[in-house]
């Protein structure tokens, strides 16, 4: 049988959370960056009935803030982590309804741009240490870039799936063939551009999710300085050609720091198995977004959670996650 990345609403076994480590990396935001992350760890094991959490912190004085500032059912795991973002270092976790295996990709550092020790070796790591079989699929592609309904549809981005900087001898064709042989892909909706100053390149969790199989949430620019505005109808009028349900939900709108507009977006939630928790920035959107939300997850909790210092390390509750299904 084919091996298949589930749709992250499938039920999870564990979840692997980045908890930030470096103060180099990271700066003043550091200890804030930190209260965020723990409160996004705490929420998804909802007192032991939401899932399994594994916080990955490098060195033993994070992983001691780590404990401290998590509830005690939380597993913390000193390990040589680079950054927090193991949405994309880390592996996928496919499976055929009877075996698991995990997908271990190549990466990069987002086309070259950064170069963490541990970034190459933590999701191999993670993964063997759970007990998984690993495949090396020899080619390089980060979990934020991707996101799958989980009945062989999945939506990515041109702007990042297609940049030179990843794979520059693949071509549309040849990626759709490697995601269908490694994830079970069989149908794929390209979107065009990510957000605004992502240094991804355009990861499509920032921009498309999906709910339910074929059907897609959307940021809608609510807004007349939006800097997205023309990203997300542009999304929208793909995502509906391709056949794709699609519900609107407000942008955060013009978000800025240091002067420069940021990709912050509510699209970056994590569903677990309780709970779905949100990234909210103090924007007048927040709460809406939270409420219409609410009806696409009726089984679980809507959670938001405070994530800008976060987002001054370029990502947010879902970058730093990566789930392992049952």
């Known amino acids: 049988m084919t091996f298949r990345m589930p749709a992250e609403w499938a039920p999870h076994e564990r979840v692997w959370i980045g908890f930030p480590s470096d103060p180099a990396a990271w700066g003043e935001p550091l200890a804030e960056a930190q209260r965020q992350i723990a409160a996004f760890a705490n929420a998804v094991h909802d007192g032991g009935e939401g899932e399994a959490v594994h916080l990955i ?5 994070a992983a001691a803030r780590a404990r401290d500032l998590c509830d005690a059912g939380v597993i913390v795991e000193d390990r040589l982590i680079g950054d927090i973002w193991l949405r994309d270092t880390g592996c996928i976790i496919t499976g055929n309804g009877t075996d698991r295996v995990a997908r271990n990709f190549g990466f990069n550092g987002w086309g070259n741009r950064f170069d963490y020790e541990g970034d190459q070796t933590i999701g191999r790591e993670m993964a063997e240490a759970a007990g998984f079989p690993v495949t090396d699929c020899g080619w390089i592609l980060e979990g934020g870039s991707i ?14 799936l297609l940049n030179p900087n990843r794979n520059p001898n ?13 994830l079970g892909i069989d149908r794929l909706l390209w979107l065009g551009d990510g957000l605004a100053n992502d240094h991804t390149d355009g990861h499509v969790d920032n921009l498309a999710r999906f709910v339910a199989p074929n059907h897609l949430v959307l940021p809608e620019a609510r807004d007349a300085d939006d800097p997205n505005a023309a990203v997300y109808a542009d999304a929208r009028r793909r995502s509906e050609a391709f056949g794709c349900k699609v519900t609107p939900l407000p942008s ?14 509510y699209m970056n939630f994590y569903v677990g198995n309780s709970a779905v928790v949100v990234p ?27 994530a800008d210092a976060v987002l001054t ?9 990566q789930q392992v299904p049952l």
């Not at 955060?252 to 720091?257: A, L, P, S």
């Not at 909210?280 to 405070?306: M, N, Q, T, W």
């Open 147 to 160: 996101d799958v309904d989980g009945e062989s549809l999945a939506v990515t981005t041109v702007d990042c």
């Open 170 to 182: 693949l071509d549309r064709a040849a990626i759709e063939a490697r995601l269908a042989r490694d």
């Open 252 to 265: 955060v709108g013009r978000f800025e720091q240091d002067g420069e507009a940021v990709p912050a977006s």
């Open 313 to 321: 390390g370029g990502g947010s509750f879902h970058c730093s996650s």
């Open 280 to 306: 909210v920035y103090g924007s007048l959107y927040d709460e809406v977004a939270l409420a219409e939300l609410e009806p696409l997850f009726p089984d679980r909790k809507i959670i938001g959670l405070r």
């Open 57 to 61: 912190a490098k060195g033993a004085q």
